[in-house]
């Protein structure tokens, strides 16, 4: 699975755990709805500046965005 499809589930993750619509998450980060569709569907990838905002709207870290998003492509690693 290419990092752009794991960010769009990632994202959809955060978003429903947090009880968000995509208007709504649009309208909190400043995106469209349909902005938010395709990045949750892979069709686009976010620029730094749409993760940090993304990330601000859902009052996460991006840190903890990217983190999700290694771990499910298996490319984190653990500190020691």
């Not at 499809?5 to 400043?30: A, N, P, T, Y």
């Not at 749409?50 to 996460?60: G, H, P, V």
């Amino acid at each position: 699975m290419t990092p752009s499809k794991v960010f769009g589930q990632i994202l959809k993750e955060f978003r429903i755990e947090r009880g968000l619509s995509q208007e709504r998450l649009g309208f909190e980060s400043g995106y469209h709805r349909t902005y938010i569709s395709l990045l949750e569907r892979g069709r686009k990838s976010p620029s730094l500046n749409t993760i940090f905002k993304l990330a601000e709207a859902l009052n996460i870290t991006p840190s903890a965005m990217i983190l999700r998003v290694e771990e499910e492509l298996g490319t984190s690693k653990k500190s020691n």
